[in-house]
């Protein structure tokens, strides 16, 4: 049978896919064919989350492959070119479909069960030690750390938007990170609860970094809060994408968070506010002097 | 007996003043005929809208942008949605009810075909205005099928042609569906009790009450946004107190209940044909008809697995997932019905079967991701990516699709009197079953390894498998053309079938002859002919 | 129920050319809207479209009571125009279930969002500060309304609880008109049908007095935040349907002075009387939810 051999196939692919990922595939998931599962992540929140996505897809093949499987045999079996007599009063049999109603029922609540647990633990936003403002906006995201008086921009990197536009000539393959890099990404400190406030500017998009587990829509007027605590010896880059339609550039608004230790972060941090804060005081003194200038 | 019919009927086609040229159509009320103007319609915006599609996968061939302006793209993807959806699936349905309902219950023609005719066409006006959009100030609707505002406020001058448009096709589907419902609940041959109907009339009378329950919120919707734009209400603004996510749950509050429409009569259509090819009756009816009844029942309470990520209150999100996987059950019924009917049979697979074989395998691999998605914390990491796109290609391309097919190649012996070419159609069944599973079983991978939906040009790890799903998509797409060939073929001519197509067919369709008379049941079929087809 | 022993004769009308005169209509208007909306042109541009809607609505109609006075509808036809009427109405119910839904959810979700209930903390503290929860509200950022931003309602006791009294009334003389009908008792018919859409058309004058003043002194408009936006896409629709079931209601009266319609026989009646019944019954959720509480 070509669909039991397609489906086979399929789903040894899909296995091979579960088995032969590494463990993290954060910087660079290689090359495209071995590009089949969804990540690990490198949080504990995206691991219970790919723990969950495989289980339910274990659950799927199961049931995928018992059902298959009858259906096969009956095609197979049951054909009239092989002289099968039709058993026309095999109309209805109440035992058997009291157990096909009920099993499924057992199986989903079973499987709701630790979905469940996953997302209460997803939604308890408190004991955040760092706070950060996520704002989207036609097209790249601004981050505010509230507490700390430091704000940027992101934007796509140069590279990949030159590389980008139509028919540029340029090799997206010659473009380190195509798509995936931005000029400022988001620092952050590893081991550290990292509150974000998620909120749009003109229309709706939505901050997504996979190996964090984390996708946040971006409502303009609201503000939605997400976390996540990157483990202790994964500092390193990395990168997602806006995940909500936005327009013309949705799909060139990257997302990239560099995890570095904590002191690495602290020093990041202080170095950066004081930066920003001679630039702030360099603009209002110009500002000032402009300003009676243009008044004339 | 039914020879004695076929006397009566045709007799009466020579005599009753069956209107002839372009009144025929454009004036028609006879079901067939604007049955017929119906499915050529459908397979028109099929095309159109697969035209989109390829040209969607065309730039999606390989990384970096070779053919289109984002913002075009972005058009590509919105108006090949709409298109499909309320141009191509739910007029074929309207269709294929119209054709089938009235020959299935006994009755001369559709309750109001009047009515009938006027929910027709609007559609090709509707259309035409959509359609037109390409070519004002700013392009078409770029917004997505799901016209979330903001963003969907910022489109040019074709908005409010999109939301006219919708206006129309949804006082179209409410008109046809209310057709529908009076026809099915008034029409029926003395004898034909409900639960003796065919799965293909409960099916669509149950469709039909979800379309008049829900189109109107639609309209109720898109009205807002209209008024949001050009009178300055803040429905989905929050400076002013409203919510840009409310429209997102009126819209889905449609949605949903949305996608069954577009699956149900499919359901029913392959609880026809797995009989008919099984020489048996279908497995479990009454649990049939239950199972579609708490499908559309679910479909009510489930909108929000939309908006997983758009930060609903914990209890919310927990609510909408549970309800979610609730309708696995019944729907699992159906798939295990539809198994027990083979059990046991004598199967041949003719291409309506083949057809619905693949239904049941390919909807079902859609019906799993669909149930993936249902798992909140899971679904954080597929929504908006290609993995979503994967799930609903699955249940609405050899799920829909498919079923219209097996549909068509089921009954068009019964339309045109004429056998197609089996070799022929045997050969679209296998093109288009292979292939359909190279263009999207690749976007699960793609969708996995993180590739968002609605962009038009990718990072480069991305390249492999969307190269794969194009090849597939452009098969997939060649290999449509066989179907308008065929059929157009068959209404030319071939072999002449009996009444009864198929050998182990049931139903009345099946009593009258082939062609059909211009009007189905002149004469209501007498009891003992109806019992002999509610074998079901 | 299934009931087709006169199913021979079931009415199939041929060739109509009314439905395609219907759908030309509704293009040209929406084209014409477009237009509008677009800045291209002016209103005017509708009025092709409308011309040929009233010639339409005139047309077909003109054409049905045609055939229904010269006895062309069995019962069973009846039975069929009777549901599909039950199940437009619902249809209608369906589209204002859109914009109570929105109603609600601005009330019981939104606003209180914005002013920092529930889930959404962080929205009143970051983006909006000092915004409380209150209804009536123009949100956060004070859209629309008089010069200040302020704006008047309407309270519930004034017109609004006239006009309620005024639609009581009229569904109960519909109702009387109605028994009168099948009591075959033309005069009590006539009269009672005639004070029902006078009722109608007082209705909607008073609800066009009440929107004056509202757009004049209140400072509410459409495009007063939310509460505007819901208070006028309510009334407004609910007034649109009422100044149609009045107009519906005159032309049944117009026919009951022609002397159509037997004690028997009526739907058009009957279909009048439920459409008026719903605009009725929607005036009381309205009364209740956007006035009252
Ligand atoms: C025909 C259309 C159709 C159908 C039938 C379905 C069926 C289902 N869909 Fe799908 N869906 C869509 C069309 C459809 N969907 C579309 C168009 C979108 C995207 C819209 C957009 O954003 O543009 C979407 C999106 C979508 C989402 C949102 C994803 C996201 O954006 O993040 C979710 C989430 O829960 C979902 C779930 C389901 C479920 C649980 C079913 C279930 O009904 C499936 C039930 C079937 C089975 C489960 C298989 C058979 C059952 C058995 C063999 C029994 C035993 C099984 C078990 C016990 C596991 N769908
Ligand atoms: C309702 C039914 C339906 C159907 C039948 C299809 C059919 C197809 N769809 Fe579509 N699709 C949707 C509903 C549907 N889709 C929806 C709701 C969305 C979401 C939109 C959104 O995000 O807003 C979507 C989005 C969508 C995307 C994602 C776009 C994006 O996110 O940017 C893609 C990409 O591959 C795609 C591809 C296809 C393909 C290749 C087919 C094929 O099956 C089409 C095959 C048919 C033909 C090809 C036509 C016939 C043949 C010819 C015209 C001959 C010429 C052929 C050649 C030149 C090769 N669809
Ligand atoms: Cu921002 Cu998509
Ligand atoms: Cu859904």
Redesign the interface.
């Known amino acids: 049978m070509t669909i039991r051999a397609k489906l086979a196939s399929l789903a040894s692919a899909f296995a091979a896919a579960s088995i032969t990922l590494p463990a993290h595939a954060h910087e660079d998931g290689g090359s495209g064919w071995s590009q089949l599962n969804m990540t690990q992540g490198v949080t504990d929140i995206s691991r219970k989350i790919y723990d969950l996505h495989m289980l339910i897809f274990w659950v799927c093949v199961i049931i995928a492959v018992i059902v298959f499987g009858v259906m096969i045999y009956s095609i197979i079996s049951f054909r009239k070119s092989r002289g099968a007599i039709p058993d026309i009063t095999l109309v209805h049999n109440t035992k058997v479909e009291a157990v096909w109603t009920t099993v499924p029922v057992i199986i989903l609540i079973a499987m709701a069960v630790p979905a469940a647990k996953t997302l209460v633990e997803i939604e308890d936003t408190t004991k955040t030690e760092l706070t950060i403002k996520v704002t989207g906006f036609q097209w790249g995201w601004q981050y505010d750390y509230l507490d700390d008086g430091v704000a940027f921009y992101s934007h796509l990197d140069r590279k990949s938007n030159k590389a980008r536009e139509l028919l540029s000539g340029i090799d997206p393959n010659s473009v380190e990170h195509y798509l995936l890099n931005v000029d400022h990404p988001l620092v952050v400190p590893v081991d550290t609860k990292v509150r974000l406030l998620v909120t749009g500017a003109d229309v709706i998009h939505s901050w997504w970094v996979p190996d964090f587990g984390v996708k946040k829509d971006a409502i303009p007027g609201f503000v939605n809060e997400a976390w996540f605590r990157v483990d202790a010896d994964k500092a390193g880059l990395y990168r997602g994408q806006c995940a909500e339609l936005c327009g013309r550039d949705h799909g060139f608004m990257p997302i990239v968070v560099d995890a570095r230790s904590k002191a690495d972060f602290a020093a990041w941090l202080k170095n950066t506010a004081a930066q920003q804060k001679q630039t702030a005081q360099a603009a209002d003194t110009t500002a000032s002097l402009s300003a009676p200038a243009s008044a004339h | 007996m039914a020879d004695e019919l076929a006397h009566a009927a045709a007799h009466d086609d020579d005599h009753d ?1 069956k ?1 002839h040229g372009w ?2 159509w ?5 079901h067939k005929d604007i049955g017929t103007m119906y499915l050529i319609f459908a397979c028109t915006m099929f095309f159109i809208g697969g035209g989109a599609a390829m040209l969607i996968r065309l730039e999606l061939f390989q ?9 075009f793209f ?1 058009s590509l993807t919105t108006m090949h949605a709409l298109i499909m959806i309320f141009g191509a699936i739910m007029p074929a349905w309207t269709g294929l009810a119209n054709w089938m309902i009235p020959m299935q219950v ?4 559709m ?5 009938n ?2 929910s ?3 559609l ?2 509707a259309f ?2 959509l359609l037109s959009s390409f070519f ?1 100030p700013g392009g078409a609707p ?3 099928w799901t016209m ?1 505002p ?2 969907v406020l ?1 489109t040019g ?1 074709s908005f ?2 999109l939301i ?1 448009a919708v ?2 096709m949804g ?1 179209s589907s ?1 008109l046809g ?3 529908v ?2 026809t099915i ?9 409900l639960l003796r109907m065919p799965m293909f009339v409960w099916t669509w009378l149950i469709t039909a009450y979800l379309l ?6 639609l ?3 898109v ?2 946004l209209l ?1 949001d734009h ?6 989905f ?10 429209f997102q ?2 819209f889905w ?1 449609f949605g949903h209940p949305e996608v069954y429409i577009l699956i149900l009569p499919a359901f029913g259509i392959v609880s026809e044909i797995i009989p008919t090819f ?10 049939m008809v239950y199972a579609v009844a708490s499908i559309a029942f679910l479909s009510f309470i489930v909108w929000a697995h939309h908006m997983f ?6 209890a919310a ?2 609510f909408f ?2 309800s979610t ?2 309708i ?2 019944p729907t ?2 159906k ?3 539809w ?2 009917t ?7 697979f003719e291409p309506p079967m083949l057809f619905a ?2 239904f ?2 390919l909807f ?2 859609g019906g ?2 669909g ?2 998605l249902a ?4 679904d ?2 597929y ?3 290609y993995f979503v796109v994967a799930h609903f290609h699955y249940v609405l391309v050899p799920g829909s699709i498919f079923g219209i097919m097996a549909g068509v190649y089921y009954w068009l012996p019964k339309w045109t009197g004429n056998m197609y070419d089996l070799k022929l159609a045997t050969w679209h069944f ?1 093109l288009s ?2 292939f359909v ?1 190279v263009l999207f ?1 690749p976007q ?2 793609l969708g ?3 590739m ?1 939906r ?12 969307n190269m794969v799903s194009s090849i597939g998509g452009f098969a997939f797409g060649l290999s449509q053309l066989l179907f308008p060939y065929i059929i157009w073929k068959c209404a030319r001519g071939g072999v002449r079938v009996g009444n009864k197509a198929w050998e182990g067919a049931h139903g009345l369709e099946w009593e009258l002859p082939s062609p059909a008379p211009y ?1 189905s ?4 079929p007498s009891d003992a002919v109806i019992a002999r087809g509610a074998a079901h | 129920m299934s009931n087709a022993p006169d199913s021979s004769s079931y009415y199939i009308p041929h060739d109509s050319p009314w439905p395609i005169r219907g759908s030309v209509a509704l293009f040209c208007i929406m084209i014409g809207a477009v237009a509008y909306l677009n800045e291209w042109t002016g209103l005017w541009s509708f009025a092709p479209g409308a011309v040929l809607l009233a010639y339409l609505l005139f047309g077909w109609f003109s054409t049905v009571i045609g055939e229904s006075q010269r006895g062309t509808f069995n019962n069973q036809v009846d039975h069929s125009f009777r549901m599909g009427m039950m199940w437009f109405i619902f249809s209608e119910v369906m589209f204002f279930a859109a914009f109570f839904g929105a109603l609600f959810y601005a009330r019981m979700l939104s606003v209180p969002w914005l002013g920092g209930q529930g889930v959404k903390v962080f929205t009143n503290f970051v983006l909006w500060p000092g915004f409380e929860a209150l209804w009536p509200t123009n949100g956060p950022g004070h859209v629309g309304g008089r010069a200040d931003s302020t704006f008047g309602i309407i309270p519930a006791i004034g017109i609004p609880a006239l006009n309620t009294m005024i639609l009581l009334t009229s569904g109960l003389t519909v109702t009387l008109a109605h028994h009168a009908l099948r009591a075959g008792q033309r005069g009590k018919l006539t009269l009672f049908l005639g004070l029902t859409f006078l009722l109608g058309f007082t209705f909607v004058g008073f609800q066009a007095h009440e929107y004056g003043e509202a757009y004049r002194q209140l400072g509410l408009r459409l495009s007063t935040g939310i509460y505007g936006s819901t208070f006028f896409m309510l009334t407004g629709f609910h007034g649109l349907h009422v100044t149609i079931g009045a107009i519906m209601l005159l032309v049944i009266w117009l026919r009951v002075l022609r002397g159509h319609f037997t004690p028997e026989k009526h739907f058009a009646f009957e279909a009048v009387a439920w459409y008026w019944h719903f605009v009725d019954v929607v005036w009381l959720g309205l009364f209740i939810f956007v006035y009252w509480l």
């Open positions: 003043h209107p009144r025929r454009v004036y028609a009320t006879n990384p970096g942008l070779q053919f289109f302006d984002p913002q972005n006994g009755a001369p023609d309750a109001l075909p009047r009515l005719n006027f027709f066409w609007i090709p006006f035409t205005l004002v770029a917004g997505g979330y903001p963003l910022q001058s409010p042609m006219f206006h129309l006082a409410i569906a209310i057709n419902v009076v609940m008034n029409m029926r041959a003395p004898g034909m009790t008049i329950a829900v189109m109107p919120v309209a109720g919707a009205t807002m008024t050009f009178f300055g209400t803040t429905f603004t929050a400076a002013g107190g409203g919510d840009p996510v409310m749950h009126i509050f099984s020489r048996k009756p279908l497995f479990g009816y009454e649990a990520t758009v930060g609903m209150p914990l999100q927990l997932m549970l996987m609730l696995a059950v699992g019924v798939v295990f019905n198994t027990a083979m059990w046991k049979g004598s199967l041949s074989l693949a049941l395998f079902s691999i799993f991701s149930l993936m798992m909140v914390p899971a954080y990491q929504q908006d990516t296998w079953a292979i599973n079983f699960h991978f996995l390894a993180g968002p609605r962009i038009p040009d990718y990072a480069v790890q991305f390249t492999d498998w009007h049941w002149t004469t209501a």
